[in-house]
């Protein structure tokens, strides 16, 4: 169980994992296991669950039960986690904990694959 929303953690595989993200797709999975490995955490991805579907009502007297449509495929997407319980994708971000493969501190932008490489040296704190 999770102290709060930032810190999540669960087995992934049978291992206790921190949950890095949740519902990613493969591309997301590949980026986030290079860079994950490269700062020296062994990575989990597992396939993420298909959601529950609702019971079908139950018909009324005198109608007949028809056979709810299947559900529609969900799009195939991951649950990435590090066998560290104790990481935290925030903390590891605004902390300047990750480092790329050329050296530079991993930014949020960078992060979230907003930009192609990291080159900001400022903490964000000290922007104007």
Known sequence: MALNKNHEYEELDGVRCGIVEKNVKPERVAFLKALLEYNGYTVVS???PAPK????????????AVPP???????????VGVTDYTF???NAIFGRM?????GHIVTQAY?????????D???????T
């Open 46 to 48: 597992v396939p993420t």
């Open 53 to 64: 579907a609702a019971p079908a009502p139950a018909p009324k007297e005198g109608e007949i």
């Open 69 to 79: 449509p299947p559900p529609p495929s969900a799009p195939e997407t991951f649950t």
């Open 88 to 90: 935290n994708p925030i």
């Open 98 to 102: 990750l480092k790329t493969k050329d």
């Open 111 to 119: 992060w979230q694959q907003k930009e192609a490489s990291s080159h």
């Open 121 to 127: 040296e400022i903490p964000y704190y000290e922007h």
